[in-house]
Structure formats: C-alpha cells, structure tokens
C-alpha cells in the first residue's frame, strides 16, 4: 500500500489510521475475536507506523503518523501522535456493540437513555469533522513540537450536568491573554507569541502584565494594530488579585462589548530546591500560577455564561505539571494544581457551551528557558540538553505554544474541553 501510494504520488507524508469493536465480555471473547480485533486495531497500526515510518526517513523531510487510539485506554523530524476519539456521532457506533443476548428493544432504550442524558448535558455532539479537525492540525506544519502524544477528542460528561441549551460559541471576537514576566525579561515568550497569532487569526486582542512592564505592553499593543490590523489595548495589573483580574474582564467587555477567549498565561518561577524555599517564595508562586488561573477561569466564565454565546478558555500548565521536578516544588505543585482546576472548570462551564483546556509546553526557546537550567549552567550547554532529551532533536518556540492555543480558540476545536495537551517535543509521553 505504501509503495503503491509512492508510485502514484512520488512521496508519502501523513498517514492516519482507523480501527474497528466489537462488544465481547472476557467470559466470552474467543481467540478468533481477539485476533480479529487486534489484527486490525494494533498490527495494523504497527503496520502502518513501520513502512510509512520508513518511508518517511528514506524521503528525508520529515512527515506525520497518526493513529486512531480510544478514550477507553486512557530525530528524524516525522512526529507520531495519536487521537482519541469520544461520544460517537449521536452514538450511532454503539448501535453495533449489543450485548450477546440483549434484546435489541432494551438495548435501543439505553442508547435512547444515552442520547437524552447527552442532549440535557447542553454540550454539542460529535462529528466526523471533529475528529478531523484534530487529525488536520497533527497532520500539519504547526503541530512540530508535538509528538508521542494521545490527544482527547472528546467532552468530559458528568452526571451532575446542567440540562441548559446554549448556541456555541464561534466567529472572531475579543481574546484577552496574561502574562507576567519578570521586569528583566524581554516581552518576546509565549504570551506574546499567543497574542501575535490571535490577532493574526482575526481577534482583537486584549493584553495583561504586570505594571512594571506596561511600556512593553503598550508596544505591542501598537504592534498589533500596526501590523495586523487588529484592535488592541493593555491592562496592567496583578493576576493573583481578584479585584484586578475581575476589573481587567469589566474593562474589556466595556470597551470591545464581549469575551470570547481567555487565555490564562501568567506564570512565573523559581530554581528552589525544597530545603531552600521559603514560604514566602511558596506563596508567591502559587498566588499567580494557582490562584491567578482560578481567578481568570472563574470570572471569565461568569461572563461567557452572561453572553450566552459559549466561549474558550485557555491555561497555562507545563510538563511539570505532569511529571515532577525536584528543583522546582513550588512551580510543579501550581501546574498539576491547572490541570486539576481546567478539568472542573471544564465540568462546570461545559453546558454553557464554553470548553476549558490548557497546554503544557515543555522546553520552550524562551527567556524564561534560563531559569528552569541548574544554577550556574551556560544558556548553551542547557539548551544542548534539552534537545537531546527531544526525539525531534530540537527546542519548541512561543509560535509553537501559540498555534495549540489558537487551535482550542478556533470553532474547530469545539469537541475538546477539560484537556491538558503536551506540547514538547516528545520528552515526555502522557
């Protein structure tokens, strides 16, 4: 098949796989049903991933695998992703999956059971252009920095759902994106580079650091209704203050009439091995990785749910927020702390049509890249190791960070919510 494509075509650079199911219990399950099962669903993946794999190297210029994995799980520049897909397309697949000995009436009774509890959850249904959207944004250049991942197609669905219909949210509006930098640090990371792509994907941009940085704030603000035709203002403050984070919201949706995107950035750090940290230092941190996100996604969310139109709202985790760092407590306590707050966040806004993610970079060709390295480490030698640890060999940029963050803004992102996507390079696989 694969030299059968070459031959036609001349190259070979994404392929993406399906699968098949089949609902069999283990009392039941014979040896021809596992081997049919797994023949398909895993040696032909293998399959797959093998001779494209090697077709990919042998063209040398990289390419995209991707593979059909399910929510029921849980160095040559090709990157190998996966996705999962969630609540099937008005759970029509499940019509196949009756159980031996179900009589079809009380299986269809269920599924209609199913379809109820799904419509009274307000959130919209699956489609094959959902699954297609995500495969689309893997199979593409700005997806570079990510692989070795399994990426959720699918809403978190919970019982304790409100039963609120809504109209979702998408055409380009008003996007507001925080950071907070350290006074010394040149306004060039990733909340930069999310506010330059979201301008340039047809949003009006709002902009928040903290005061000390205002002028740096105010030049971007040019830049982007310079350079990109977009609408723009700054609002310094603190994000770990609820007053501020709730004025910021006040004077966006006064000024521009709405809000459409959240995109909690704001993050700082510190090299603090536990022994050495002080409480001081421990709140600190915690005030604008932890407390400052919460505030963000909460009144954020409060006004989404006023505008009745649905919405997005973005956070800031890290791969420390899904593996620990022994250096660093404080930073990776308030990164799991994001994945745990979007992942409620994500519960409680989702039948208001609004979906709540975040993204974990991992090394990010930034200023703030210095602080992460042990004391006393070249910038060089730190960034050397890094892309060794990377199967791609490389560093991710802010443009990297941005282009997840501008998929989840985008209408085609509308099935995903209460995710925590990686984006780094492959260091480390969730």
Known sequence: MVEEVVELYGHLD?????????????????????????????????????????????????????????????????TVNAYARGQSIRLCVMAHLVPDGTPREAWASTLEK??????????????????????????????????????QASHILSLSLSSTTTTHFMSKGIALVTWCRYPTLPARGIG?????????????????????NEAELETLVQEIKTQLGRQSSAYPGDVSSEDVVRGVIDGVVQVYGKLDVMVAN????????????????????????????????????????????????????????????????????????VRGLTQAAALEFGPHGITVNAYAPGAIDTAMLVDVAPPGTPRDTFHELCKKASPLKMLGT?????????????????????????????????
């Not at 379809?115 to 570079?144: C, Y």
């Not at 941190?285 to 973005?314: D, E, H, P, S, T």
């Not at 990297?400 to 260091?427: H, L, M, P, W």
């Open 398 to 430: 802010g443009e990297d960070v941005a282009n997840i963050v501008a998929f989840i803004a985008s209408k085609e992102s509308q099935f995903i919510t209460g995710q925590t996507i990686s984006v780094n390079g492959g260091v480390f696989f969730d």
């Open 266 to 337: 704001a993050a700082i750090f510190s090299h603090t091995r536990f022994p050495e940290l002080t409480v001081d230092q421990w709140d600190r941190i915690m005030n604008v990785n932890g407390r400052g996100v919460f505030l963000c996604y909460k009144y954020a969310g409060l006004q989404m749910i006023k505008q009745g139109n649905g919405g997005r709202i973005i956070g800031a985790s890290s791969i420390f927020g899904k593996q620990g760092s022994p250096t660093n407590p404080a930073y990776t306590a308030a990164k799991f702390a």
């Open 114 to 151: 199913m379809h109820r509890l799904w419509d009274d959850s307000g959130l919209p249904k699956s489609t094959p252009e959902d699954i297609a959207n995500m495969v689309a944004f893997l199979a593409s250049k700005e997806s570079q920095f990510i692989t070795g991942q399994t990426h």
């Open 192 to 212: 930069k580079a999310i506010a330059l792509r979201l301008a340039a994907d047809g949003f009006d941009v709002a902009v928040n650091d903290v005061p000390q």
């Open 14 to 78: 994404v392929v993406a796989n399906a699968g098949i199911s089949k609902y069999t219990p283990f009392p039941q399950m014979t040896s021809n049903d596992w081997d049919f099962i797994m023949n398909v669903n895993a040696r032909g993946v293998f399959l797959c991933y093998n001779y494209a794999g090697m077709q990919m190297v042998k063209q040398g210029s990289g390419g995209r695998i991707i593979g059909a994995s399910s929510p029921m799980n849980s160095a040559h520049g090709i």
